[in-house]
């Protein structure tokens, strides 16, 4: 079996070269990035009691899945963490490699999936970003990302909400209207509701623990943390 959907592999390969880019097609995970290094490092350092020193990530090993060309990578590693990212495109990894070495990061990236990762290494802490609505099987994916977990580590897994208003918000607006997304990026059958979400993860020995919503604010031009989770959403679950 494999969790890898090879049309969505050459989709995001083609755009690789934009990855750092801030007026490129990653825009809006630009916008996002601040919101989301800041919500998993202050959940990271609240469950595993760490101190806010300069590095305060120092001791964590994070393995970030779908890792891109390293938007969340370098950010977790700058805050002092072990980072292995991994991504299916080969163009991605590529990318990631040649920017982590220009700003003299130490970022183990591998081009493969989790299920072909080595699991006698685990992970302090999994981040599963706007990747699993771009998988070929949620379930086969989610198994395999939870057998790199450590006991009492934290996965993080951010998506988008199957609601009538994340067709209209995440598809026509960001997509059609707005024009943030390239046309085709989503689709909306692979959307997955957070009940759907925990029932698939405790399934596999992943305690579900804290729900947020994300939300753009217009008039600031940024993203922050909602109780709105119709659209965008955030999860964290802790390994039994």
Known sequence: MTSVNKKEIEKFSKIAAEWWD????FKPLHKFNPIRIKYIKENIMDNFKLNN???PLKKISILDIGCGG???SEPMNKLGASVTGIDASDKNISVAKVHAKENNLDINYLCCSPEKLD????FDVILNMEIIEHVEDIEFFLKSCSRLLKKNGLMFVA???KTLKSYFFAI????YILKWLPIGTHDWEKFVKPEDLKNILEKNNCKFSKLDGMKFNVIKDEWKISSDYSVNYIAKFIKN
């Open 53 to 55: 020193s300069i590095e």
């Open 172 to 175: 026509v607006g960001a997509e």
């Open 22 to 25: 801030p007026n490129g097609k």
């Open 119 to 122: 699991n006698k290494k685990k």
């Open 70 to 72: 390293g938007l969340l």
């Open 159 to 161: 998506t988008i909400n």
